[in-house]
Every structure is written in structure tokens, then in C-alpha cells.
């Protein structure tokens, strides 16, 4: 079983973008999403495509993500058409640490958050100080929620 133990966090300032080490386009599309799983395809860059699925919710989820063909994941985006996010992930390391960092766009336009993946739910690290106020609990930061109630939408 793949367990992926991630927290996120709203970003507080653009001080983050001078330790960027890596950029990534990513395109996803949910093809379902409900109260027990979600189903995404991705597109990274244009150039390969992955078949995701999540299960729970909070910190600790298990997650199994599958390369397909492009052709393929293209195809099954083009069925995710009112359910998509478009973003930049920036990726930062911090000692044994990555964050990323990602700045959406399209519908989501103006909301950037931070993800770190954890070895252990319980695992404690040294905040940078440009991420600021946790969201993990706060379901409508999840990619799935956002790609069904954009940012933009939000009151």
C-alpha cells in the first residue's frame, strides 16, 4: 500500500521563489471525486501522463499513481472537462525536506499553497518563513475540491 502523509499550507509572502530548484506545469483532471476517493489524471509538462488514486482525507492518505500513455491521459482529460486545475509546482528543499510550492492559474488564479510529505505524521520540522497558515483540515484546499469549487468562486 502507498501511504502518503502530506500537510499543506497557505504561503505567506514570494520570499520562497529565491530557493526554487525544479518548475513543473501540471495539468489535472478529476475524473471522480467523493467522500471516500478520487480519481486524477495528470499531465506533467506535456510530456508524460500518470493515472492517480486517493483514498481518506487529512494528513494520512493512501495514494497509488500509475505512468500511462500520454495519448491515453490525454484522452482521459478531454472526459474531465468542468473538473480541472492548472498550476506551476516549484519544488524547494530544505534539508531532508521538500516542499512544493504551487501557483495556480485558470480557475484557481491567485491561490498558492505549500505541500511537504512527511516520513511520519508525528514528524516535526523548522517552518521556512514564508509558509504560513496550515490548511491540511480544511477540505477545500484539496486539489479535488478545487477543481470542482475554484478559488475564484470562493465569497
Not at 478529476?30 to 486524477?40: F, G, I, K, P, V
Not at 482525507?57 to 482529460?77: F, N
Not at 516542499?99 to 491567485?110: I, L, M, P, T, Y
Not at 512527511?118 to 478545487?146: C, H, I, M
Amino acid at each position: 500500500m502507498a501511504r502518503e502523509i502530506e500537510r499543506k499550507y497557505l504561503v505567506a509572502d514570494a520570499s520562497w521563489r529565491q530557493a526554487v530548484s525544479d518548475t513543473h506545469d501540471i495539468r489535472q483532471g478529476y475524473l471522480c471525486n467523493d467522500e471516500t476517493a478520487s480519481l486524477r489524471v495528470r499531465i506533467l509538462n506535456g510530456e508524460h501522463a500518470y493515472l492517480t488514486v486517493k483514498t481518506g482525507r487529512g494528513v494520512v492518505r493512501d495514494e497509488y499513481e500509475y505512468a500511462i500513455p500520454l495519448e491515453d491521459g490525454t484522452e482521459l482529460m478531454a472526459k474531465c472537462a468542468h473538473r480541472l486545475i492548472e498550476k506551476k509546482r516549484h519544488l524547494i528543499r530544505r534539508g531532508d525536506l521538500a516542499f512544493e510550492v504551487d501557483v495556480f492559474s485558470g480557475a484557481n488564479e491567485g491561490l498558492v499553497l505549500a505541500e511537504v510529505e512527511l516520513a511520519d505524521e508525528k514528524q516535526t520540522f523548522e517552518p521556512p518563513p514564508w509558509l504560513g497558515e496550515e490548511v491540511t483540515g480544511d477540505g477545500r484546499y484539496t486539489n479535488a475540491s478545487l477543481a470542482q469549487h475554484p478559488f475564484r468562486d470562493w465569497t
